[in-house]
């Protein structure tokens, strides 16, 4: 079966510096993935999704993630933090299109100001 | 566009009593999730649904679980009898093959005493 994890429980840096959230999965193929972030008290929001083509994806908010194959690794990054990016982030993948979707625990990120 | 809509946004009942929530979902979505979310976690599929038919249910603890979706639109998902355990955040999303992208509600955070 399909896992992803998030090493990281809780990441905290400063406004403005930069940011990486890393994201594993461990799947036989190249499945969809996708980041989403969860405010408090919200629903999840999709920030970016990877379904195939150009590795380096870009998504909302300034955000983009690098699919790596060979380390089955999607990571989010953001060159530059605000403090609205206080939040949690997911990491998920889909081995099929719309199907079977499992998500990471999640990395909870802190901004200092 | 209005959003996936949930109800109610909050829930305390005690143990071994029932439960149900609502769900609407963006108008035109055949595909309709609802997931648990336990403090701390990512978020856990429990039931799919393709329409009005159940594309995956594996996860759904059937013994205390229900869910059903009438005329491929509304969804409800029941508890009955709750347990402790059950205490968590239930989250609804709907897809459309179009994007392949799921959509979510703003979640009923359930607590049972």
């Known amino acids: 079966a399909q896992s992803v994890t998030q090493p990281d429980i809780h990441i905290t840096v400063s406004e403005g510096a930069s940011l990486e959230l890393r994201c594993n999965y461990s799947y036989g193929a190249t499945p969809y993935l996708f980041w989403y972030v969860q405010s408090p008290g919200q629903g999840l929001q999709l920030l970016l999704k990877?379904?195939?083509?150009?590795?380096l994806v870009q998504g909302i908010k300034g955000f983009e993630a690098e699919f790596k194959r060979s380390q089955s690794s999607f990571n989010l990054r953001k060159p530059s933090v605000h403090w609205s990016d206080a939040a949690e982030y997911f990491c998920a993948v889909a081995p099929n299109y719309g199907q079977n979707f499992v998500f990471g625990p999640g990395t909870r990120l802190s901004v200092l100001p | 566009e209005a959003g996936v809509a949930q109800s109610p946004r909050y829930k305390i009942i005690e143990k071994r009593q029932s439960v149900a929530f609502w769900c609407n979902p963006i108008?035109?979505?055949?595909?309709l999730y609802w997931y648990q979310q336990i403090l701390g976690q990512g978020p856990k599929l429990l039931i799919q649904?393709?329409?009005?038919?159940?594309?995956?249910d594996s996860q759904l603890p059937k013994d205390r679980f229900s869910a059903e979706r009438l005329k491929g639109v509304d969804s409800t998902l029941k508890i009955q009898p709750a347990k402790l355990e059950d205490s968590a955040v239930y989250l609804c999303a709907s897809s459309t093959p179009r994007t392949g992208e799921q959509y979510f509600g703003p979640g009923t955070r359930l607590t049972v005493t």
């Open positions: 649904f393709q329409n009005n038919g159940v594309v995956d």
């Open positions: 990877y379904f195939s083509g150009d590795t």
């Open positions: 108008s035109g979505h055949a595909t």
